[in-house]
């Protein structure tokens, strides 16, 4: 996995420069991009962190990026910074799916505190994607019986009931709820359905 960065995308140095140092001195790490072409020739799907987007630039501007940046299925947050005409664009990018947005002249602790909250969203975000799949890859794990029997034992079936449902003895449902616990990670019931919980909507 890459590391998690502050993409900074501005086309004004001065701007730039100045968002690496404060962010540096709360222990951000941050890469800067002077357009959002540049930004978007060295995009990669598996970039995390967030996005420091300046809505005016010369050429394609934030808005742009933006859309573009859907298209592409971009999971990182985005900050907009904008200046004082460009807030109702700012809110209606707000609508589809843009994190924050700052106005120039910014607070800077409470840019850095937005960008902190973005950040944290998005490890959040991936952690809980890694979870689902590894939670998939253990499913994957189960015979067809294993996965009834785990059915049932969700369902809170006592393994007696579970066994003449099964129409199988209950020493052979106890050795399929063992190995649907040991495949799955798990010890217990209770345990089985809070990892499945995210994944069975």
């Known amino acids: 996995m890459s590391q998690a960065l502050a993409h900074i995308v501005d086309d004004d140095e001065a701007i730039r420069d100045a968002l690496t140092w404060l962010l ?11 357009s959002a072409e540049e930004f978007l020739a060295g995009w990669q799907a598996d970039f995390h962190g967030c996005i420091v987007l300046d809505i005016r630039m010369k050429e394609m501007s934030g808005l742009e990026c933006f859309d573009a940046l ?3 299925n971009n999971s990182m947050p985005v900050i907009f910074l904008t200046g004082h005409g460009d807030v109702p664009m ?3 990018t707000l609508k589809k799916g843009a994190f ?7 607070d800077d602790n409470a840019l850095v505190d937005v960008v ?13 994607q890694e979870t689902q799949a590894t939670v998939t890859g253990r499913l994957a794990q189960l015979t067809p019986r294993e996965q009834e029997v785990m059915q049932l034992v969700l369902a809170g079936k006592f393994n007696k009931v579970i066994a003449d449902q099964l129409n199988i003895s209950m020493r052979t449902v106890e050795v399929h709820r063992s190995r649907v616990f040991e495949k799955m990670g798990v010890r217990s019931a209770v345990e089985l359905a809070q990892l499945l919980a995210p994944g069975r909507d």
């Open 24 to 34: 540096r001195t709360r222990n951000v790490a941050a890469r800067t991009w002077a």
């Open 70 to 72: 859907l298209e592409r």
């Open 90 to 92: 700012a809110v209606s």
């Open 100 to 106: 924050d947005f700052l106005e120039k002249p910014f």
């Open 116 to 128: 902190i909250r973005a950040m944290e969203s998005d490890a959040r975000k991936q952690a809980s």
